[in-house]
């Protein structure tokens, strides 16, 4: 934790741009809250993982940066429409069928908490 911590506050200080975006990219990580709730045969230990990390990462965010917070709705309206893209490619799903704004609140992906027991029970994820 200390160590993102610290990459981040060095790539701010450096390239403020760079920055800019890879804390635009640690918001966009949230489709993952809606392919685990959609596509349970697919969950895996890196999908909650990736939630779990996503969401501590963000936290520190906006820990750090609490004028981000007045930003969040419309990051989480760019962010939602990157992820059905992805959301399309993964799960070979049209874009038509899935919600144009995201299903869930920032407040709501925040809180998610995906338990391990429901992991697809896959040979790799024994």
């Not at 890879?22 to 969950?43: A, C, G, T």
């Not at 906006?62 to 989480?76: A, D, F, Q, V």
């Not at 959301?87 to 995906?114: C, G, H, R, V």
């Amino acid at each position: 934790m200390v160590e993102i911590k610290q990459d981040l506050k060095k790539l701010y200080e450096k390239d403020y741009y760079n920055w800019l975006i890879e804390n635009i990219k640690l918001l966009k990580e949230k489709d993952f809250v809606y392919k685990w709730e959609n596509y349970p045969n697919l969950r895996s230990k890196i999908w909650r993982i990736s939630i779990i990390t996503s969401q501590d990462k963000i936290k520190r965010l906006l820990e750090e940066n609490p004028s981000l917070k007045s930003k969040i709705e419309k990051c989480l309206e760019d962010a939602w429409k990157d992820a059905t893209g992805w959301i399309a490619q993964e799960t070979d799903k049209d874009l038509e069928d899935l919600p144009l704004k995201s299903p869930y609140s920032f407040d709501e992906i925040m809180s998610f908490n995906p338990k391990k027991e429901d992991v697809a029970k896959w040979p790799y994820n024994l």
